[in-house]
T-cell receptor
Framework: QKEVEQNSGPLSVPEGAIASLNCTYS??????FFWYRQYSGKSPELIMS????GDKEDGRFTAQLNKASQYVSLLIRDSQPSDSATYLC?????????????FGTGTQLKVEL | DAGITQSPRHKVTETGTPVTLRCHQT?????MYWYRQDPGHGLRLIHY???????DKGEVSDGYSVSRSKTEDFLLTLESATSSQTSVYFC?????????????FGPGTRLTVL
């Protein structure tokens, strides 16, 4: 079982719709969770971090964390073609030091006109 | 862009040759990381550093070594490059303070080993 799992997609949504991206993780003691966006040929760009159960909103983005069920999700409201990218989920586990993150393989999002 | 540069940005080399990739940061961050990114595997940690001369292995460290003699530079060396090391390499940093576990990435180096 992978430590951080994401559906590879592609996830296709029409412009203006809500895109929902999901991520599950195996380390039950994980405390820090991150979403990155990566355009093709570019480096990952931090969108949001979340540390507590519940929702965290930042503009059109909402991160949701449920530690009991070991999943974290990212909602993108009013999706735009410019949101088309691969979204990476990252988790900081309990074991090991150095602020190490474990990344999922990413979900490709396509926002269609 | 968190003040991170990587050099070279692209490199083609031959099997068996040594290769050194450089990550340079301008903001005195303590933590620096090297990742490789491959289709189907995502980002995997190679090595990381938590200070000058302080480094540790990540999950895919075999065939790689690192050095950090100055705060601003973190070098990744492939002693004898193999075709399996063809990949995109990203450097990352963690800032100090309340966001110390957040990582910001450099622009990447695309390495091809023939």
């Amino acid at each position: 079982q992978k430590e951080v799992e994401q559906n590879s997609g592609p996830l296709s949504v029409p412009e203006g719709a809500i895109a929902s991206l999901n991520c599950t993780y195996s380390d039950r003691g994980s405390q820090s969770f991150f979403w990155y966006r990566q355009y093709s040929g570019k480096s990952p760009e931090l969108i949001m971090s979340i540390y507590s159960n519940g929702d965290k909103e930042d503009g059109r983005f909402t991160a949701q964390l449920n530690k009991a069920s070991q999943y974290v999700s990212l909602l993108i409201r009013d999706s735009q073609p410019s949101d088309s990218a691969t979204y990476l989920c990252a988790v900081k586990g309990v074991t090991g030091g150095g602020n190490k993150l474990t990344f999922g393989t990413g979900t490709q999002l396509k926002v269609e006109l | 862009d968190a003040g991170i540069t990587q050099s070279p940005r692209h490199k083609v080399t031959e099997t068996g040759t040594p290769v050194t990739l450089r990550c340079h940061q301008t903001e005195n961050h303590r933590y620096m990381y090297w990742y490789r990114q491959d289709p189907g595997h995502g980002l995997r940690l190679i090595h990381y550093s938590y200070g000058v001369k302080d480094t540790d292995k990540g999950e895919v460290s075999d065939g790689y070594s690192v050095s950090r003699s100055k705060t601003e530079d973190f070098l990744l060396t492939l002693e004898s490059a193999t075709s399996s090391q063809t990949s995109v390499y990203f450097c990352a940093i963690s800032p100090a303070g309340t966001n110390a576990d957040t990582q910001y990435f450099g622009p990447g180096t695309r390495l091809t080993v023939l």
